[in-house]
């Protein structure tokens, strides 16, 4: 099978030591591809030498889309463009979030985001980050989606949002002039109209008189977007779509919606979704988490053109790594089963009033205490009528 989504490490430069990334799965990062219909150039190691390997997880796949896409490229891009069946102007409504990262950085993007004076409603559509809250505390997932308790933003996760914002408008500019300059420059402005579009982060620095610590923090952004350059070549690859919204409604009636980062079409017509991450890749025990997103996406662009998507493809920007999957129709069949469940246990949760704290580590960041059990606090008022339990319920 033709494919020019090649296999190719970090190029040189790239990236820094950290822990191994290791294959999720009998298919993950390393998987060989098949041969190139023609030359592609290699994105591999430093002057044409061998590529490079992510400690013991094999070659990663960090390869290019070339840009003159055939038929069957052509094909594939229209069916992928076609999966945005929400304008701009209904997902603000809706409250879906204007990148993938608002949605991780506010906590409230998606089905959670808050709306005010909105009056309460059940949940009605899963996203990838609400599932995760579920899965990660299901009183959370309730302070989120339908108490929409308001959130700080994080330094952390406002700074994903820039990059990402980055990395988007880059590919406004023709191939040869994505370069580290030009992607430096976009920075200070992207920062502004994060400002104007979300006030609420204006707040992280303004304890900064002098404006060192955002200093600190827009180089830190500066560095993030370079390190990209040493994992992929923007100046080889012509996105068929950027920060796509997609939804797709399932037999069951479940509606499922997430933000793609970046979706690459090979000349072949073969699909790549790609995320970035802004923090660093995680252990191998955690891998499969981090591939549930992608799992997600890659289920909805299915259930809407019956394409399985050749890989799905995570970048760390704070660690230099990418970590790679290669799916099949099994994997999504498994995912949807997963979902299926997960939505049963929140449809539970929301009839019952029965939301319980899950204790974690990750309770230490949570901005939630003074209304957790867990702490010592008490949960507003459960604003959704209750059916009490019976046989089978609760």
């Known amino acids: 099978m033709d494919s020019s989504i090649e296999e190719a490490g970090p190029r040189a430069g790239g990236a820094d030591e950290t822990e191994p990334v290791v294959p999720a799965g009998p298919r993950a990062s390393g998987a060989a591809l098949p041969a190139q219909a023609g030359p592609v150039p290699s994105m591999g190691g430093a002057a044409g030498g061998p590529e490079s390997d992510v400690a013991a997880g094999g070659p990663v796949a960090s390869g290019a889309v070339e840009a003159d896409a055939g038929t069957g490229a052509g094909e594939a891009h229209a069916a992928i463009s076609e999966a945005a069946p929400v304008p701009a102007a209904a997902r603000a409504a809706t409250g879906e979030a204007e990148s993938g990262a608002v949605e991780e950085a506010s906590g409230a993007g998606g089905d959670g985001a808050p709306v005010a004076g909105r009056v309460a409603v059940a949940p009605s559509s899963l996203s990838p980050s609400r599932a995760g809250d579920f899965m990660q505390c299901p009183l959370l997932y309730r302070f989120r989606v339908i108490d929409r308790l308001p959130e700080k933003p994080s330094e952390a996760a406002t700074r994903g949002t820039l990059v990402h914002a980055v990395l988007e408008r880059l590919f406004d500019a023709p191939a040869g002039e994505r370069t580290v300059p030009r992607a430096k420059a976009l920075i200070p402005g992207q920062w502004d109209r994060l400002r104007e579009s979300r006030p609420e982060v204006s707040e992280l620095f303004a304890d900064d008189p002098e404006g060192e610590r955002l200093a600190r923090w827009l180089a830190e952004a500066e560095r993030l977007v370079e390190r990209w350059f040493s994992l992929e070549d923007p100046t080889r690859l012509e996105p068929a779509e950027r920060e796509l919204f997609v939804e797709a409604e399932l037999e069951s009636g479940l ?27 995680p252990r191998a025990e955690y891998a499969d988490g981090a591939l549930f997103q992608m799992k997600f996406y890659a289920l909805v662009v299915w259930r809407l053109k019956r394409v399985v998507p050749r890989r799905l493809q995570l970048v760390y920007l704070g660690s230099g790594d990418v970590l790679t999957y290669d799916p099949d129709l099994a994997d999504l069949e498994r995912v949807e089963r997963k979902l299926h469940a997960l939505w049963e246990a929140i449809s539970q949760a929301t009839r019952t009033g029965v939301w319980r704290p899950r204790p974690t580590k990750l309770c230490g960041w949570c901005d939630h205490q003074a209304h957790c059990p867990e702490f010592g606090g008490t949960p507003p008022p459960y604003p959704l009528p209750v059916v009490e339990s019976g046989p089978g319920v609760g």
């Open 255 to 281: 509606r499922l919606r997430g933000i793609i980062d970046r979706v690459d079409v090979a000349p072949t017509g073969e699909v790549r979704i790609v995320d970035y991450k802004t923090g660093k890749a």
